[in-house]
């Protein structure tokens, strides 16, 4: 994708930025927000994309983790080496641009970030400056529409450790291993107004790069900078550094504004700073002053060329665009005629939606709905496991709700079975008929239960005449108890207030 760029040529390039450079600002920048919500949070994503070699040379991402082993003269900036742009990058790139419904720049420009800190071997990061990817964006949130600044790429800086803690340790151990794999940087706008909030950008942004299956969330790393202010010290601006994780993020903007409210009750002043964030102590703390972007020096990255961003490429790459999720779940509203909720839930995760699909073929949309969404998840959730490990497909799936649909087991039993079965593949339908599970409907039996139950309970019964409805609900209990969850229970309700309504 690039070639070296001659000392002539790199002249050339900074002239043409120059010239453009006034143009360029103005295109990307939009008008200043006037803040009257009493939180305004900014957020600055970092994905690392599910690539197999770094941005700028051959290095795997990933395998051999002893520290320092992935590693060449190009991602550890030796004298004479040169970078190659990894072009599957730039489609993953361009791909969630195109679904954050960003403006497209025709160029592709990187720039030298400058710094001396011991993460960047070669003092400066790849990155883009003045001419991000993508720009002008949009994200919507329920009914409230993010909008975002822009999307660029870099390198990631190495990873830096420390025996202790930060604080403690007398020294730091650098693994460049992570040196140079390829980031997808994704910034708002101020317009987030809660930590919650800021958590279901972050949910909904994960659901769209799974959907391009340009990041895998389980051996891809997401990291978010947080910028938060408050109304009462006139909106001045706090950086947090690298939160990773949901309810971290969450947790940090929560506990940040909780810190500023309480600075200025105390007459303190906040001031502009960087703050990082300590997720064992569930605190922010002081790690510098705010740097400016001046502050970084950024140059043309001389030794890569531009590339263009043509319309032939940008056509090809939203062919391979497939359905989001915002857009399956309106189609699931109409299509299927399901809950709204549902539908959203169901599409956050593109395997769960796929499984509702073919699920929904055999079994009433509905119902394959309320248990993929309810059920399937309150298991998978209590396992700490995702739709991705589940070892049973939809056939299984299918034969267990079928059950269910034809009331031949009850809800609580096809419960039991649906947790067995995230453990062990089987036959629903032979494991029902094997531990003889089939659903007690027989009138004549339920209501010899019943009667049992009444006699037993005879302060509930009394309860329930002197007008406590809820006292049905557990006499009603303790005949499925007894019947070991397999009476059907609108029979059972409709035998019992018949008994003791006498």
Not at 145 to 153: C, E
Not at 210 to 226: E, G, Q, R, T, V
Not at 286 to 312: A, C, F, H, M, W
Not at 398 to 414: H, M, Q
């Amino acid at each position: 994708m690039n070639s070296k760029i001659q000392s002539s040529q790199f002249t050339k390039l900074q002239t043409n930025h120059k010239l453009t450079e006034g143009k360029l600002r103005t295109s990307v920048s939009l008008p200043q927000t006037s803040f009257n919500t009493d939180t305004v949070i900014g957020l600055e994503i970092h994905v690392e994309l599910n690539v197999n070699t770094k941005l700028f040379c051959s290095c795997a991402r990933t395998g051999n983790d002893t520290p320092n082993s992935r590693v060449c003269q190009v991602c550890l900036g030796h004298p004479g080496s040169k970078p190659t742009l990894n072009k599957k990058v730039l489609d993953h790139a361009i791909k969630l641009c195109l679904a954050l419904n960003c403006t497209l720049d025709h160029e592709l420009i990187f720039s030298r970030k400058s710094y001396f800190y011991p993460d960047m071997s070669k003092n400066y990061q790849i990155t883009q400056f003045e001419r991000p990817l993508g720009f002008a964006g949009s994200l919507k949130l329920n009914e409230k529409i993010i909008n975002i600044k822009r999307v660029h790429i870099e390198e990631d800086p190495a990873s830096i450790s420390y025996p202790e803690s930060m604080q403690s340790s007398k020294y730091s151990l650098i693994d460049y291993n992570r040196c140079g794999n390829s980031l997808l940087e994704i910034v708002t706008e101020p317009e987030l107004e809660t930590p919650k909030q800021a958590r279901e950008f972050l949910n909904k942004l994960i659901s769209i790069l799974s959907y391009l299956k340009i990041f895998d969330i389980n051996a891809c790393i997401i990291k978010a900078d947080a910028n938060v202010s408050i109304k009462e010290s006139n909106y001045t601006r706090v950086e947090i550094k690298n939160i990773t994780g949901f309810k971290e993020l969450e947790r940090a903007l929560t506990y940040e504004i909780m810190r500023q409210k309480t600075q200025l009750r105390m007459k303190r002043e906040i001031k502009t700073e960087t703050r990082g964030w300590d997720p064992n102590s569930k605190t922010t703390k002081l790690q510098r002053s705010k740097e400016s972007e001046d502050d970084y020096g950024y140059i043309i990255e001389p030794d890569l060329t531009i590339t263009d961003v043509n319309e032939e490429l940008v056509k090809l790459l939203k062919k391979e665009i497939p359905e989001l999720a915002h857009q399956k779940s309106e189609r699931f509203i109409k299509q299927y005629n399901i809950d709204p909720i549902d539908a959203e839930v169901m599409t956050l995760e593109f395997e769960l939606a796929e499984l509702f699909e073919k699920v929904a073929k055999e079994i009433n949309p509905s119902l394959a709905a309320k248990w993929l969404r309810r059920e399937l998840l309150r298991v998978l959730n209590y396992n700490k496991k995702t739709v991705r490990d589940i070892k049973f497909d939809e056939k299984e799936l299918i034969e267990l709700l079928s059950l269910v649909e034809t009331k031949t087991i009850t809800d609580t039993t096809a419960q039991r079975i649906m947790e067995q079965l995230i453990e062990n593949t089987f036959s629903p339908k032979k494991y029902v008929e094997e531990k003889g599970l089939s659903q007690l409907t027989d009138l004549s039996e339920i209501k010899k239960h019943c009667e049992k139950v009444i006699k037993e309970n005879q302060k509930a019964v009394d309860d329930y005449k002197n007008g406590e409805a809820k006292a049905v609900q557990y006499l009603i209990g303790q005949v499925m108890k007894l019947t070991k969850g397999k009476a059907n229970p609108e029979v059972v309700n409709g035998v019992m207030k018949k008994l003791v309504g006498k």
